[in-house]
């Protein structure tokens, strides 16, 4: 469905994080800690990495499927947050429209950006590079040459004692 798979994919993941996040701070749960949030964690990733290896998958099935497995996790690990309300149910269904509409608009924006950076570049100049990327002389004298006066093959002095 996109052009740019793994960007769907990133951006993606991390709207199911922070909607996760926010979801769960507005309805007066507070910032998930420790297992709760490296499992919500892993639940972006995984949709992150649907999102790129799945190209035909479109933003909102991507989001659903993320908001889905975010509250799952909430309600196993988190006591209290067994509830699923019309109200809780209604807001996840207008954030996961409203991210997946900027998800498709940001897309479209990554696009427009790269072809007219295309664009741009290929009208540039020519740079002429050479042929071979070989030295034009030998380099056997430096190699196995004597070393320049500058470079000394001496090594520091030796320590005298005293008489």
Request: glycine share 10%; aromatic share 2%.
């Amino acid at each position: 469905m996109t052009r740019y798979p793994t960007v769907l994919g990133t951006t993606a993941g991390i709207a199911t994080a922070v909607l996760a996040v926010a979801a769960h701070g507005a309805a007066g749960g507070g910032v998930p800690t420790g297992p709760v949030a490296v499992l919500l964690v892993a639940v972006a990733a995984i949709v992150g990495i649907l999102g790129a290896h799945q190209p035909s998958l479109s933003p909102l099935v991507l989001l659903a499927g993320g908001q889905a497995a975010t509250h799952v996790a909430l309600t196993v690990l988190v006591p209290g947050h067994e509830h699923l309300s019309v109200s809780m149910l209604g807001a996840h269904m207008l954030a996961v429209a409203v991210c997946a509409v900027l998800l498709t608009a940001a897309a479209h924006v990554y696009a427009a950006c790269g072809t007219a950076l295309r664009v741009v570049l290929l009208r540039g100049p020519r740079v002429a590079a050479p042929a071979v990327l070989a030295p034009a002389s030998s380099t056997d004298r430096l190699v196995w040459g004597r070393a320049p006066p500058a470079i000394s093959r001496r090594g520091p002095p030796l320590a005298t004692a005293a008489p």
